[in-house]
Structures are given as structure tokens and as C-alpha cells.
């Protein structure tokens, strides 16, 4: 299994961020298209602000994204440490294959809570094993 973007003449590199509260202290981001070094930012700009207030929980779906690269990559990582150092919770919703992929590749997916689907995600959320740093 390939990493690599697939490639289209017609294909951009696009990300749409849309931000859903599921009631008080919880929010669901969903990702879809292609976190790369020109979009991540974008997703970032998204998470970081409600990762900073502690107690909160994130779930991100990320069953839309076509592709993940290392930057991409480090932009969920600082997510989880943001995540950690103020309090506030991070789960990964429904990863794509190619997701799925990298974060296996890189041993991230040992750090990050990931959920097949959003009815599957506890109501409270799994403390992060203190021995595990990302």
C-alpha cells in the first residue's frame, strides 16, 4: 500500500474544515480532501482554539480525507499535545484507509484514540496512557 497522493490533471489540493457542536464542551471537526503542507494550516487554524480550552473534547472525522502527508501528519501531532498540555480531549473519527495507513506507519495510531464511527465513541473520554508521548 501506497502513501502516495493520487495524482489527476484535473485534481487540486483542497480542504474543507467544518466545525459542529455536539452540546456543551464537545465539538465534531470533519475533515475532508487532502492534509498536506498547504491545507494543514487551515486544519490546524480550526483545532488549536478548541483544543485550548481544557475539558473539551474534539472528535475529528476524518473518513473524507484523500491523503495525509507528514505535515499533515504533525499537525495532528501538535493537536495531541496541545490536547494533553491544556486538558481538553482529541479522538479521531472514522479514518480513511490512507489515514488509517500513515498513522500505523508512524506509531501514532498507538498515541491518538481512534473510533470507527461516531456512535462508537465512549461518553467519556479515554485518558491518554501517561507513558505514551507523541
Given at each position: 500500500m501506497s502513501t502516495d497522493r493520487p495524482t489527476s490533471p484535473d485534481?487540486?489540493?483542497?480542504?474543507?474544515?467544518?466545525?459542529?457542536?455536539?452540546?456543551?464542551?464537545?465539538?465534531?471537526?470533519?475533515?475532508?480532501?487532502?492534509?498536506d503542507l498547504r491545507t494543514a494550516p487551515q486544519l490546524a487554524g480550526v483545532l488549536q482554539p478548541l483544543l485550548l480550552t481544557g475539558g473539551h473534547r474534539v472528535l475529528m472525522d476524518l473518513s473524507g480525507v484523500t491523503f495525509l502527508d507528514s505535515t499533515?501528519?504533525?499537525?495532528?501531532?501538535?493537536?495531541?499535545?496541545?490536547?494533553?498540555?491544556?486538558?481538553?480531549?482529541?479522538?479521531?473519527?472514522?479514518?480513511?484507509?490512507?489515514?488509517r495507513h500513515m498513522l500505523a506507519l508512524t506509531g501514532t495510531?498507538?498515541?491518538?484514540?481512534?473510533?470507527?464511527s461516531l456512535d462508537t465513541v465512549p461518553e467519556e473520554p479515554e485518558l491518554p496512557d501517561p507513558g505514551h508521548t507523541a
Open positions: 485534481r487540486q489540493d483542497t480542504l474543507e474544515v467544518h466545525v459542529r457542536s455536539l452540546g456543551v464542551g464537545r465539538s465534531l471537526v470533519v475533515a475532508d480532501g487532502d492534509v499533515g501528519l504533525t499537525c495532528l501531532i501538535t493537536a495531541y499535545r496541545t490536547a494533553r498540555r491544556t486538558g481538553a480531549h482529541l479522538a479521531l473519527i472514522a479514518p480513511s484507509e490512507r489515514v495510531d498507538q498515541v491518538l484514540h481512534s473510533y470507527p
